[in-house]
C-alpha cells in the first residue's frame, strides 16, 4: 500500500520546484515553489477534477500539511546527524 501523499522533485529540470504527489482518488500531483507552496502552484489531475471546490481546497491543505511536516522531519534527521 502506497502512503497518501509522496514527495518528487526534477532538481535537474526545475531546481526551484517540489511536487506533492497525493495518491487516493482524487490522485493528482501539485508542482510548487520550492520556497512558498501557494507561489507557481500547479495542479496537475491524474484522476478527473473533482467539482467540489471544498474538496480541492481541503486536498491542497493537507498536501501543503504534508509537505511542511516531511520538511521539518528531513531538518530534524539531518540535524541529529542521523543523515550522514
Sequence with gaps: ?????LLADN?????DMLYVVHNEKPRFIV???IEDFDVNQTIYWIDEKPKDKDLIAQLLNEAEEFLEAELE?????FEDGEGN
Excluded: I, R, T, Y
Design 31 to 33: 508542482g510548487s515553489d
Design 73 to 77: 522531519n528531513q531538518d530534524s534527521f
Design 11 to 15: 532538481s535537474q529540470e526545475m531546481p
Design 1 to 5: 500500500m502506497l502512503p497518501k501523499f
